[in-house]
C-alpha cells in the first residue's frame, strides 16, 4: 500500500499537526467557529494582537494556519509555485456545494474550464448586457418607489437574481421559478454553514443539500432544449461549446458550473449592495454629493466609466466591499512544505486568509473601522500601499471572472436609486444595526428602508 507521502496531493489526509505555531484552537470539534460568525473582525484582531502575522486556529471543522499579512496574502493568492490548493482549500467546507465549480478546480483543469466561460466577460459581451441590466434595475427601482418601505436585501436579491437569469441563462418564466430558485439558493448557502453535516430531513445541511440537488437538476433538465434554441445567453453558450474532440462539455460540468456562477453573480452582489445602502441611509449630505455627480453622467455609460475611471460612487462600492466583503476568507491547503517569515508550514495544511480582517489591518488602514469612501478617491489610494491588502475579488489565476460585472451592476442600480431618490431607514435610531456575517453580510432584518423622492 503507498504511504499518504507518495499519493497525489489531492488523496493525502490533511496535516493537522500544528503545535509548533502559536495560536489557539478554542472548543473541541467546533474551534473558533462560532466566534467567527458572531464577531469575525473581534476574532481576527485577537489573533493578530496576541500571536501576530502567522498563527494556528481551528475553524470550520479545519485546523488551520491563519495568515495576517499582505505580502503572505499575496505569496497564495499569486501562488507562482503552485504551492496552494483551491480545491483542496475549499473542498474541506464546501465540496458538497461547489462542486465542479470554477474554484473546485486547480491548475490545468481550472485553467481550461475558466476558457470556456471567458468569453461571456469579454468586453463585447459586457456592453450588451448593459442594456438589459439597465432596463431590469429601472423597472424595479420604480415599483420600490411605491411602496411605504421595503426589505432592502430581499427586493435586491430578487433584482439579482432576476438579472442573473436574464444574462447568464434566460429561462421562460411563465411558470414563476425564480422564487423557488431563489429559495433554493438560499437553502444551500445557509446549510453550507451547518455544523452538523448530516444529509437527513431536519439538518440544515440536508436543506443545504436539497437546494443544490434541486439546482442541479433545474439546469440539467435544460439542457438539450437550450442546444437546440438559438439563445445566446451564457447558459447556451456553455451547452452548445465542445471540446478539442468535437463533443459537448459533460451535462454534469455545466450544471455545475450554472450552479456556482449563479450563487457568485447575485449573493455576493445582493450583499454588496444592501451593505451600500446601510451605510449610504446613515449619510444623506454623501447621498446628495452622489446624486450630483451622476447627473452629470451620459445617458449611457461609456466602457471606461463603467469599468476604469475612478468616482465617488464607485469609491462607495469599494470602500463597501472593503468593511463587508462579500467572501470574507480564503481557504487553501498547501500541496508541500512552505514557509511564512521563519514560521514552516508542512505539506498538506490549511491555510485561511481571512480578507474581512486584512481589510482592517490596523497597520496598513487608517481608521480601520470607520465607513470612509475618500481613502480610494485618486488623491489618497490608501489602498495601493501594497497590491494585496485590499483583495475583495482575490488575486492571481482564481481572481474574480465577475469584477466588471459586479461593478456595472453597482454602477447601474446605484445611478438609478441616488439619481431619484433619498434612501432613509424605515425605522428611527437604526444604526448601527445588528449585523448577520455569515453566509453573507447584511442586517439581520434585511434592512428596512424606503425611497423618498428627490426634490
Ligand atoms: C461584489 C461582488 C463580488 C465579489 C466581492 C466577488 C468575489 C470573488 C472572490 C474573492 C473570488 C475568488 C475566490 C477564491 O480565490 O477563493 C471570486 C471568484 C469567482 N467569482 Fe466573484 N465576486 C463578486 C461577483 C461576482 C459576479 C457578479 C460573478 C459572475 C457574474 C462572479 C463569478 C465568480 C466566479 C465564476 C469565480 C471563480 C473564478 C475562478 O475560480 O477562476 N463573481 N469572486
Known amino acids: 500500500m503507498a504511504h499518504a507521502s507518495e499519493l497525489p496531493y489531492d488523496q493525502r489526509p490533511a496535516n493537522r499537526d500544528l503545535k509548533h505555531l502559536e495560536g489557539e484552537y478554542g472548543l473541541p470539534f467546533v474551534g473558533k467557529t462560532l466566534d467567527m460568525f458572531r464577531d469575525p473582525?473581534?476574532?481576527?484582531?485577537?489573533?493578530?494582537?496576541?500571536?501576530?502575522?502567522?498563527?494556528?486556529?481551528?475553524?470550520?471543522?479545519?485546523?488551520c494556519v491563519l495568515l495576517l499579512h499582505p505580502d503572505h496574502v499575496q505569496r497564495v493568492l499569486m501562488d507562482r509555485e503552485k504551492n496552494f490548493s483551491i480545491k483542496m482549500g475549499w473542498q474541506s467546507v464546501m465540496a458538497d456545494f461547489f462542486q465542479g465549480g470554477l474554484v473546485m478546480r486547480d491548475y490545468d483543469e481550472h485553467r481550461v474550464h475558466r476558457g470556456i466561460m471567458n468569453s461571456a466577460f469579454k468586453p463585447q459581451a459586457m456592453r450588451s448586457y448593459a442594456d438589459r441590466v439597465q432596463r431590469i434595475v429601472e423597472r424595479s427601482v420604480e415599483r420600490w418607489s411605491v411602496q411605504d418601505s421595503i426589505l432592502f436585501y430581499d427586493e435586491m436579491k430578487r433584482l439579482l437574481l432576476e438579472i442573473a437569469f436574464d444574462v447568464f441563462c434566460w429561462v421562460d418564466d411563465s411558470e414563476n421559478v425564480v422564487p423557488e430558485i431563489s429559495k433554493a439558493f438560499t437553502d444551500m448557502m445557509e446549510g453550507a454553514l451547518g455544523i452538523v453535516r448530516l444529509d437527513m430531513p431536519g439538518f440544515l445541511y440536508h436543506r443545504g443539500l436539497e437546494g443544490r440537488r434541486f439546482l442541479k437538476r433545474f439546469f440539467m433538465d435544460l439542457i438539450e432544449k437550450k442546444r437546440r434554441s438559438s439563445d445566446e445567453d451564457v447558459f447556451a453558450h456553455f451547452c452548445k461549446e465542445k471540446t478539442?474532440?468535437?463533443?459537448?462539455?459533460?451535462?454534469?460540468?455545466i450544471a455545475d458550473h450554472m450552479v456556482f456562477l449563479m450563487l457568485a453573480a447575485h449573493d455576493t452582489t445582493t450583499s454588496a449592495s444592501t451593505m451600500a445602502a446601510y451605510h449610504l441611509s446613515n449619510d444623506w449630505d454623501l447621498q446628495s454629493k452622489l446624486a450630483d455627480e451622476v447627473a452629470e453622467w451620459p445617458e449611457e455609460l461609456g466602457f471606461d466609466h463603467v469599468f476604469h475611471q475612478t468616482n465617488?460612487?464607485?469609491?462607495?462600492?469599494?470602500?463597501?466591499?472593503?468593511?463587508?466583503?462579500?467572501?470574507?476568507?480564503?481557504?487553501?491547503?498547501?500541496?508541500?512544505?512552505?514557509?511564512?517569515?521563519?514560521v514552516e508550514v508542512p505539506a498538506d495544511t490549511m491555510v485561511c486568509v481571512p480578507g474581512t480582517y486584512i481589510h482592517r489591518l490596523?497597520?496598513?488602514?487608517?481608521?480601520p473601522n470607520t465607513f470612509d469612501p475618500v481613502r480610494f478617491s485618486d488623491e489618497v489610494s490608501e489602498h495601493r500601499k501594497h497590491n494585496f491588502m485590499w483583495i475583495p475579488f482575490g488575486g492571481g489565476a482564481h481572481k474574480c471572472i465577475g469584477m466588471h460585472f459586479a461593478r456595472m451592476l453597482f454602477l447601474l442600480t446605484f445611478r438609478e436609486l441616488l439619481s431619484k431618490h433619498q434612501i432613509e431607514y424605515a425605522k428611527p435610531d437604526y444604526y448601527p444595526a445588528k449585523l448577520q456575517h455569515f453566509p453573507f453580510t447584511r442586517p439581520l432584518d434585511s434592512l428596512p428602508v424606503r425611497l423618498t423622492a428627490r426634490g
Open 41 to 63: 473582525q473581534g476574532l481576527f484582531e485577537h489573533y493578530y494582537e496576541k500571536y501576530g502575522p502567522v498563527s494556528r486556529i481551528s475553524i470550520t471543522g479545519n485546523k
Open 362 to 367: 490596523p497597520d496598513w488602514w487608517s481608521h
Open 244 to 253: 478539442e474532440t468535437g463533443e459537448y462539455y459533460d451535462d454534469e460540468d
Open 312 to 342: 465617488e460612487l464607485i469609491c462607495v462600492f469599494y470602500e463597501t466591499i472593503r468593511m463587508h466583503p462579500p467572501v470574507p476568507l480564503f481557504l487553501r491547503r498547501t500541496i508541500r512544505e512552505c514557509r511564512f517569515g521563519d
